[in-house]
């Protein structure tokens, strides 16, 4: 069982907007702004695509964004594309003795 | 561009060590302010940060593995590397290495991985 809570998957059409939630508690998510958030096509290796709960690393689309709530975190992706169907990963830090935990993922369909 | 790139055996028995190395070309692993990590996927399932250590040595591990893991740095040879002891068919897992930029606990940059399946 994975450390934070990610519904198992997501889906929208072309166009509109998704967004898909983690859930963590006030030791990880709630109690730092080290959320991030990951991008997986099959066979790939994960890209970063939201750190810091909210910053974009250079060449990902202003379409990704996120945001935080308490213990829940968000990732929205907006004007939906086909390239956009993958699995996305939020992780958070969980302090000093934990360090990093990972959701267990969702799988994003464009219909 | 930084790149990383995973080797070892992609076969280990049961009760055996696992070891994978880590090269960094296109910048120096000691250059900036970075840690360096291992994640591991089962087929399927989600990732699971294993450790990192930063180029003084200095390492982190996962409480749930931290009494089978041992995660090193050799800096002239721009590598780091992951031992796992006493592996089981639950350690069977794509590993990926990954670079972790200090005060952002994230990962920017990542190995493409690589299948390790333990079985006799």
């Known amino acids: 069982q994975s450390a934070l809570t990610q519904p198992p998957s997501a889906s929208g059409s072309p166009g509109q907007s998704v967004t898909i939630s983690c859930t963590g508690t006030?030791?990880?998510?709630?109690?730092?702004?080290?959320v991030s958030w990951y991008q997986q096509h099959p066979g790939k290796a994960p890209k970063l695509i939201i750190y810091e709960v909210t910053k974009r690393p250079s060449g990902v689309p202003d379409r990704f964004s996120g945001s935080k709530s308490g213990n829940t975190a968000s990732l929205t992706v907006s004007g939906l594309q086909a390239e956009d169907e993958a699995d996305y990963y939020c992780?958070?830090?969980?302090?000093?003795?934990?360090?990093?935990?990972f959701g267990g993922g969702t799988k994003l369909t464009v219909l | 561009q930084v790149q990383l790139q995973e080797s070892g055996p992609g076969l280990v028995k049961p009760s055996q060590t696992l070891s994978l190395t880590c090269t960094v070309s296109g910048g120096s692993i000691s250059s900036g302010t970075y840690y360096w990590s291992w994640i591991r996927q089962p087929a399927g399932k989600g990732l699971e940060w294993i450790g990192r250590i930063s180029t003084s040595g200095s390492t982190s591990y996962n409480p749930s593995l931290k009494s089978r893991v041992a995660i090193s740095v050799d800096t002239s040879e721009n590598q780091f590397s992951l031992n796992l002891g006493s592996v089981t068919a639950a350690d069977t897992a794509v590993y990926y290495c990954?670079?972790?930029?200090?005060?952002?606990?994230?990962?920017?940059?990542w190995g493409q991985g690589t299948l390790v399946t333990v079985s006799s």
């Open positions: 006030s030791s990880d998510v709630g109690g730092y702004d080290y």
């Open positions: 990954a670079r972790w930029p200090a005060g952002t606990a994230s990962f920017d940059y």
């Open positions: 992780s958070s830090y969980a302090g000093s003795n934990n360090l990093v935990v």
